[in-house]
């Protein structure tokens, strides 16, 4: 049993349009530092070809710069993922009986109704016609002859099964390989920050060097803007993929991780309470990851002051 098999429509149009909006949005942003870039080059040589070079390339990055505007792809990359990602959490809830999906649940009457409220819930904190088009419309027709209609066969299998058998899916589908997802992201990250770093030292060095060459006159070609385009195009791109707070945030969350599968690994399985206990638990390592969740909003609201709707 795969993670992949529990997931239901919802979660898959969630992620199909975060994965949209984020090569748009990255894919934009590249070409626009990039033809910013290319015109503070183009600028800074003599002769009315470079200078009309320049332009064109000004122009290309003020179409960039509306179509982001007014498309704002950012929002559709943040609000696709924190959808996505409450909804997979929520599915691991359902189907591991962790948190209130223990068995009888303590405050409504199923565990389907419960699902179905939290599901209601999380859709109505977003723009469900911009995340997930034509899902809303589904809910009711999408798997018959499902009880609920985001609830999918495989869910309700792995809910059916004994403690270990959902221990032992739990532990090898979400959590180590949720961890060790974030363990490879924050190197990517740290490494990706340490790149950045060297840039932000040889960028101005490049700058000196020239601007003290052209000073004794041994440089003709006016660089150093070109140059300080570029060093601010560097630290553009950091903002955007979040480098270093994204290190931060993974390694966090694969140390919080690495504690509670431990405790899962460890619990006693032939204890009266260990139910309870696995509700308890699981719901600690739903609450790690979803900080993350948290932070994918935080960027969405961020971002929302930054760029019009």
């Not at 009711?140 to 099964?161: C, F, N, S, V, Y």
């Not at 290190?247 to 399985?269: C, F, G, M, P, R």
């Not at 719901?283 to 993350?292: F, L, N, Q, V």
Request: with cysteine; net charge neutral.
């Amino acid at each position: 049993m795969r993670e992949q098999d529990l997931l239901p429509r919802v979660f898959w149009a969630a992620d199909g349009a975060s994965l949209q909006g984020q090569a748009r949005a990255v894919a934009l942003s590249r070409w626009e530092l990039l033809l910013l870039v290319g015109a503070a080059f183009a600028g800074s040589a003599d002769g009315p070809v470079w200078a009309w070079t320049a332009a064109v390339a000004y122009l290309g990055a003020l179409f960039i710069a509306v179509t982001v505007a007014r498309q704002n792809p950012q929002r559709l990359w943040y609000d696709g993922r924190a959808v996505a990602e409450s909804v997979k959490t929520l599915v691991w809830k359902y189907a591991v009986r962790a948190d209130s999906y223990q068995p009888p649940p303590r405050k409504l009457p199923d565990a389907e109704r419960l699902y179905d409220v939290q599901l209601s819930g999380i859709l109505g904190e977003f723009d469900t016609g911009l995340v997930a088009p034509g899902v809303i419309e589904e809910l009711g027709t999408w798997r018959a002859p499902a009880r609920h209609p985001q609830i999918t066969d495989t869910m309700e299998k792995l809910r059916e099964q004994p403690l270990p058998v959902r221990r032992e899916i739990y532990l090898r589908e979400r959590v180590q390989s949720q961890r060790q997802w974030y363990q490879t992201k924050a190197i990517q990250c740290r490494n990706a920050t340490r790149r950045v770093g060297r840039l932000a030292i040889v960028l101005p060095a490049a700058g000196l060097l020239l601007a003290v060459l052209r000073a004794l006159g041994q440089f003709g070609f006016d660089a150093l803007g070109a140059v300080s385009a570029v060093a601010a195009s560097v630290a553009a791109w950091a903002q955007l993929r979040q480098y270093r707070p994204q290190a931060a945030a993974y390694t966090l969350a694969a140390a919080e991780l690495a504690k509670v599968e431990a405790q899962l690994a460890s619990l006693d399985l032939d204890s009266a309470e260990a139910e309870e206990i696995w509700a308890r638990f699981a719901r600690d390592a739903e609450d790690a990851i979803s900080r993350e969740h948290t932070t994918w909003q935080a960027r969405r609201e961020v971002r929302s002051l930054d760029i019009p709707s």
